[in-house]
């Protein structure tokens, strides 16, 4: 039986079948599709008279890969003996009813949608393009779940051949004529489309893009949340800004959702005014009167004594002349609880950190206006890397990142990681290379990793070394050693493991560039 995409995954995972099992599975329907094809009879595609479909196809390249010259497009058994690809819209009622006849009482419109799925499944990607608009034409055959799985194969391959744009038309054609299985799954589309935006450096596109998607919080948090990532990496604070004001209502709303994860969203919107504002006004002060504007916004879930503390440090107008012990007298660990339907954000709630906690909260925001007035880096994207430094550094000072280690870990960690694994860190605020890799393993999920959360991490790690050995918190030595460490064990592998997915080239590019790397290196074995 055919398991929607939007229902409880049948492995008991508890997530939904779309989020877990489903590329799995139909990477095996695929592959079975291949073994039991007719090798000598080839599938008709296009018609001679289908002249609009034509004008979105073009001439394959056979010799791309030795994979895809082997390929052939095939055809598969019809057990109705129908064409499913008629031409006439009209035939609609009397396809059905001869499907109905055929099919012997088994629900066979559904049989037709899964021989199609397979057809388009075996095929490269002119194939898919065309079997994609005859079910466009034929839209009895399309329902969201066919329209998804269609265009998220052809996503990926779209990105491989450089045809992003003629893919945001696939998905324009889709609104324009099926607005309601569009719809459906909008939230996924608005993330594609996005990407691309991003990846043809197609500003004007994103803010437009980035006006409707107070929709997507409504539709799913998830996505919105895997949006933002990418915005936020890319410095678009201000059309960010307002989506999320528009998208607060719908957050709010949501029947799970609890007040804390709600303050959480209010107090990204508040940073985000705040770093908007900082930027925009190079001479400001953390007396201005924008700021008080936000902290009434705001005050019932903030201590405003802190919160101005917060601004001073951020804008340069604080700093501490810190020691090392400040930061190891801490007798236990506050757990953040970071919600996992948020991005990360700190939170300056009414509450009172223990010693060194409260001095590395400190600490990092002063690391925020140095990479802003330092590095040069947004206060956007500093702040985001910075609070995952933040909940770094907290989980080792807490001892969290040392231990056993799990089932993915002992089989993918290098031998000499898994034997210092369980050694407590010689520097508390100093990141290395099994406990940081222990770190950003948790955005790392096969289906879903979080490249850009990991990327902005990763290129803000030499800046924060740099600034702890400007505050005499760390000596050269050790700065150097651990860069190496993190680079070779971390940073190489990690350019190994992307090489080969073209979504956004840039943040290879990025890590490349920051770490230093040469070609050699990244091809070394």
């Known amino acids: 039986m055919k398991v929607s995409r939007n229902a409880p995954c049948p492995c008991g995972s508890g997530k939904k079948y779309k989020k877990c099992c489903l590329a799995k599975d139909e990477a095996a329907r695929a592959e079975k599709a291949v073994i039991e094809r007719e090798p000598d009879e080839d599938l008709i595609i296009v018609d001679e008279d289908d002249s609009d479909i034509g004008l979105y196809l073009e001439d394959e390249d056979l010799s791309e890969s030795e994979e895809?010259?082997?390929?052939?497009?095939?055809?598969?058994?019809?057990?109705?003996?129908?064409?499913?690809?008629?031409?006439?819209?009209?035939?609609?009622?009397?396809?059905?009813?001869?499907?109905?006849?055929?099919?012997?009482?088994?629900?066979?419109?559904?049989?037709?949608?899964?021989?199609?799925?397979?057809?388009?499944?075996?095929?490269?990607?002119?194939?898919?393009?065309?079997?994609?608009?005859?079910?466009?034409?034929?839209?009895?055959?399309?329902?969201?779940?066919?329209?998804?799985?269609?265009?998220?194969?052809l996503y990926h391959l779209a990105i491989k051949k450089n045809q992003r744009r003629r893919f945001d038309e696939l998905i324009e054609m889709l609104e324009a004529q099926l607005p309601e299985i569009y719809e459906e799954n909008s939230a996924f589309y608005m993330d594609y489309r996005i990407a691309n935006a991003l990846a043809e450096n197609d500003d004007q596109k994103v803010q437009a893009l980035t006006e409707h998607l107070s929709s997507v919080a409504a539709d799913d948090i998830d996505i919105f949340s895997q949006i933002m990532e990418k915005?936020?990496?890319?410095?678009?604070?201000?059309?960010?800004?307002?989506?999320?004001?528009?998208?607060?209502?719908?957050?709010?709303?949501?029947?799970?959702?609890?007040?804390r994860e709600i303050d959480e969203f209010s107090a990204t919107i508040a940073d985000y005014e705040i770093f908007d504002y900082i930027e925009t006004h190079p001479d400001t002060a953390?007396?201005?009167?924008?700021?008080?504007?936000?902290?009434?916004?705001?005050?019932?879930?903030?201590?405003?004594?802190?919160?101005?503390?917060?601004?001073?440090?951020?804008?340069?107008?604080?700093?501490?002349?810190?020691?090392?012990?400040?930061?190891?007298?801490?007798?236990?660990?506050?757990?953040l609880n970071m919600p996992?339907?948020?991005?990360?954000v700190r939170y300056r709630g009414k509450f009172t950190p223990k010693f060194g906690e409260s001095n590395l909260f400190k600490l990092t925001e002063e690391f925020l206006y140095y990479l802003y007035s330092e590095?040069?880096?947004?206060?956007?994207?500093?702040?985001?890397?910075?609070?995952?430094?933040?909940?770094?550094?907290?989980?080792?000072?807490?001892?969290?990142?040392a231990g056993k280690l799990n089932k993915s870990e002992r089989l993918v960690l290098p031998e000499h990681l898994k034997s210092s694994m369980q050694v407590?860190?010689?520097?508390?605020?100093?990141?290395?290379?099994?406990?940081?890799?222990?770190?950003?393993?948790?955005?790392?999920?096969?289906?879903?990793?979080?490249?850009?959360?990991?990327?902005?991490?990763?290129?803000?790690?030499?800046?924060?070394?740099?600034?702890?050995?400007?505050?005499?918190?760390?000596?050269?030595?050790?700065?150097?050693?651990?860069?190496?460490?993190?680079?070779?064990?971390?940073?190489?592998?990690?350019l190994k493991n992307w090489k080969d997915d073209p979504e956004d080239p840039r943040l290879l590019q990025r890590l490349v560039k920051i770490w230093g790397i040469e070609p050699q290196e990244q091809h070394h074995e």
Not at 94 to 102: F, M, P, R, S, Y
Not at 115 to 131: C, M, N, P, S, T
Not at 436 to 464: H, V
């Open 68 to 153: 895809e010259e082997s390929e052939e497009d095939v055809a598969y058994e019809n057990p109705f003996q129908i064409d499913l690809f008629e031409n006439d819209d009209n035939l609609e009622k009397q396809t059905i009813a001869k499907l109905a006849e055929k099919a012997d009482g088994i629900d066979a419109l559904e049989r037709a949608k899964e021989i199609r799925y397979i057809q388009f499944a075996a095929q490269r990607f002119e194939g898919k393009v065309a079997l994609y608009l005859k079910t466009l034409k034929q839209h009895y055959l399309m329902d969201e779940e066919m329209a998804f799985e269609m265009l998220d194969s």
């Open 231 to 259: 915005l936020v990496f890319y410095d678009f604070r201000t059309p960010l800004t307002e989506a999320m004001k528009r998208a607060s209502s719908s957050v709010k709303s949501f029947r799970d959702i609890t007040q």
């Open 286 to 335: 953390s007396t201005d009167p924008e700021f008080t504007r936000i902290v009434n916004t705001i005050s019932h879930m903030i201590d405003s004594t802190r919160f101005i503390d917060y601004l001073q440090r951020i804008l340069g107008e604080r700093k501490n002349d810190w020691k090392r012990e400040d930061f190891e007298k801490q007798t236990g660990y506050l757990k």
């Open 340 to 344: 996992s339907k948020m991005k990360p």
């Open 375 to 401: 590095e040069s880096v947004p206060y956007i994207r500093g702040s985001a890397a910075e609070q995952h430094i933040l909940e770094y550094l907290l989980e080792l000072s807490a001892g969290n990142l």
């Open 424 to 494: 407590r860190p010689k520097h508390i605020l100093c990141p290395d290379s099994r406990t940081l890799n222990r770190y950003l393993g948790r955005f790392q999920d096969l289906g879903f990793p979080q490249k850009y959360i990991i990327t902005m991490i990763l290129e803000q790690i030499p800046a924060w070394l740099r600034f702890l050995e400007t505050r005499k918190l760390l000596d050269h030595e050790m700065l150097v050693h651990e860069m190496n460490e993190i680079k070779n064990n971390i940073v190489i592998q990690i």
